[in-house]
């Protein structure tokens, strides 16, 4: 008997597979949040993670992430997924200490792919300076996995996505596309060099980034998953209180992933996340370039506010240290977000 793939089992891979961004703000709406001095971010409103303070000098920054596979080597899924998890981390500028698995997995396969998941994630987790020692598992019919991570940050160090501020720049570290190029892959009509160029983004960890950027302040940062680049922009402008307009031609892209969208491929996360954000973007893009910027990324990049006094000495330091920087775009007064 084959053995099944593990893309075939999935409904739906990677963050593509999240609940939708308006759904679960009804959700949460009916949750009374905590009411404490050192939950420095909680429910009210939420983030990237959660923050607690410990004392003067320590916070402790806590995230869970996971979600069903987006490629077939189950190494490369582990990685995936936990690097996907380990960014939440550094989107709140802490640096990742301790995780636990979370998995789901059906009996029919065999343990050695479920071992080398966990082989992949160690080594993802290795790479992040931190630890994973242990976590829990479930029987299931559609593989899942994922991080319960912690970090510390300091409590005055904290990012939020809640920051911009009118007249800063606005920013990406990763190049956009990968939910439409695993789509492709499923449907068969990926090119050749493109999954391995999305790979390549989604086992990126963003702790050199978040690095580099640290000693610039920034007013706002996010990273870019499940919700898309308008998704995640729409959250910052509409928690800051501003504008925040996207210049399309600007844009980066993985390898095909223009092409992709020309040619009409989409996920079920494209239409989740235009529900949620949709009547808050103002779009003058071609519908190609739309699809990049609704795309539900996997492992994203980070989406930083911060002055436009700073833009020299931070692409050249990010150019310094070999990493790319995409400015695309800058913060107004008002409200929404446009892509044009």
């Known amino acids: 008997m084959t ?123 290795r790479d992040a300076g931190a630890i994973l020692a242990g976590g829990h598992t479930i029987r299931d019919e559609e593989p899942k996995y994922g991080l319960a991570v912690v970090g510390t940050v300091h409590p005055d160090g904290v990012w939020r996505k809640s920051g911009a501020q009118a007249g800063d720049l606005v920013a990406l570290t990763k190049p956009l596309g990968t939910g439409l190029v695993l789509q492709a892959v499923r449907d068969g009509r990926a090119p050749d060099g493109a999954l391995d160029a999305a790979v390549a983004a989604m086992t990126e960890l963003n702790e050199q980034a978040a690095d580099v950027l640290r000693p610039f302040t920034p007013h706002a940062v996010t990273d870019v998953t499940g919700f898309g680049l308008l998704g995640h922009a729409h959250e910052t402008a509409e928690r800051s209180g501003v504008h925040i307009s996207l210049e399309a031609d600007l844009l980066p892209a993985l390898p095909a992933a223009l092409e992709l969208a020309e040619a009409g491929v989409r996920t079920g996360g494209d239409r989740r996340n235009r529900d949620f954000a949709g009547d808050h973007v103002r779009s003058t893009a071609s519908e190609a370039v739309e699809a990049l910027a609704y795309d539900p990324q996997t492992a994203g990049g980070l989406l930083v506010a911060l002055p436009r006094d700073k833009r020299v000495v931070l692409e050249a330091t990010f150019a310094g240290a070999g990493l790319p920087l995409h400015v695309v775009g800058h913060v107004e007064q008002g409200s929404g977000v446009s892509l044009g």
């Open 3 to 125: 053995q099944p793939t593990l893309t075939s089992l999935a409904k739906a891979g990677g963050c593509a597979a999240k609940y939708s961004a308006a759904r679960l703000e009804e959700l949460l709406s009916g949750i009374v949040p905590a009411d404490t001095a050192d939950l420095l971010v909680g429910l009210d409103p939420a983030d990237d993670a959660v923050v607690y303070r410990l004392d003067d000098t320590t916070a402790l920054v806590f995230t869970v992430d996971f979600f069903p596979p987006v490629v077939d080597d189950p190494w490369t899924f582990g990685r995936i997924a936990a690097t996907n998890a380990l960014n939440d981390v550094y989107a709140m500028g802490g640096r990742p200490l301790l995780a636990l698995s979370v998995t789901a997995f059906p009996e029919e396969l065999p343990t050695s792919v479920l071992g080398e998941i966990l082989a992949g994630a160690g080594a993802a987790t």
